[in-house]
């Protein structure tokens, strides 16, 4: 994704979240989560076209088989802007299937092909590790995924997993980016709109601490009320601070333009010293930061119908 510098969007504060009643459920395995991270590392960059992208398409495509209640691979041939063709692959992974309110949960899975912003002038051609900027994302999808196995939801729930969103530019102009969601977003596998759908992108690092992305809040400030709301309930009000922040480029655009109601749960500032660079590593990960998105995600879903 890219950001945009903009004025600070001025929020309104949020209502005080969870009138009475216990605080939700912590539900959310962090330390599974941060060897998910590691294991998407470990295959190396997952850049469409490279054997580690090949590798993670098939633990994927395993991990939620004998997770959800029904997989689609969603595959096609994307034209590039040079004129290439790659094969791109998003998994899209389902609970209560027969559910026609849905709540849709979304990372990207696919790593940088270079690392632009490396301060190493050598190292710029060269794929980033992706631990945080796609692995992170791919983790909290999974470990939800655990703990809806462990106890199914009441609403229908959509696990996406887009490819190609980190594949080409963002500037001057978006070229061969965002592939994977702008193709659900025109080819979607479930009728009907969900109730709302959540991008999960860069949220594991150490010191994380998420404001609400300015196209989120524009285009669905109640949702992100709902997710800041629960990260409070959860005890988390300190890495989920309720205030308005610049517009990011990422995969919840192409799904807020084809009428989705989708927000973006992102930190880019406190990572901005690794992002598109070789340090994107596992070490930068954090437990902590893993705690409060992993269970405020799960958190999200047991009161979507609430
Ligand atoms: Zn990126």
């Known amino acids: 994704m890219r950001t945009r510098i903009r004025a600070l969007v001025a ?4 209502a005080a ?3 009475g009643g216990p ?3 912590r539900e959310f ?9 590691n294991t998407q590392v470990a295959f190396g960059p997952r850049v469409p076209g490279m054997p580690g992208h090949a590798a993670m398409a098939r633990w994927l495509d395993s991990m939620v088989r004998t997770r959800a209640d029904s997989v689609t691979l969603q595959k096609w041939w994307h034209k590039t802007a040079s004129g290439d063709s790659i094969a791109m692959t998003n998994v899209f992974a389902q609970f209560n299937v027969k559910a026609t309110q849905r709540v849709l949960y979304l990372a990207h899975w ?20 992706g631990a945080d900027d796609g692995g992170s994302g791919v983790a909290v999808l999974l470990g939800v995924a655990d703990a809806l196995k462990k ?6 729930v959509d696990l996406l997993f887009v490819d190609g969103e980190d594949y080409g530019m963002f500037l001057p102009a978006k070229v061969d980016v965002l592939i994977g969601a702008t ?17 999960w992108d860069m949220v594991g690092h150490a010191n994380a601490r998420f404001t609400i992305e300015s196209n989120s809040q524009i285009a669905a400030s109640d949702v992100a009320d709902r997710v800041w709301n629960t990260a409070s309930a959860l005890g988390y009000g300190n890495i989920f601070t309720p205030v308005g922040t610049g517009a990011v480029t990422d995969d919840h655009v192409p799904l807020i333009e084809a009428g989705f109601r989708a927000i973006d749960v992102i930190d880019i500032n406190n990572y901005a010293q690794f992002w598109h660079t070789l340090q994107d590593t596992p070490d930068k990960e954090s437990l902590q930061s893993f705690e409060a ?5 799960v958190a999200v879903i047991r009161r979507a119908l609430k």
């Open 11 to 14: 929020l309104a504060t949020l």
């Open 17 to 19: 979240c969870g009138a």
């Open 23 to 25: 605080p939700p459920a």
């Open 29 to 37: 395995d962090a330390k599974q989560a941060l060897e998910y991270v």
């Open 110 to 129: 696919d790593t940088r092909p270079r690392a632009d912003n490396d301060p190493d002038e050598k190292n710029k051609h060269m794929p980033i590790p």
């Open 151 to 156: 106890l199914p939801p009441d609403v229908g």
């Open 183 to 199: 193709y659900y977003a025109g080819h979607p596998l479930v009728a009907g709109r969900p109730i709302f759908a959540v991008l």
């Open 293 to 297: 998105v992993g269970n405020t995600a």
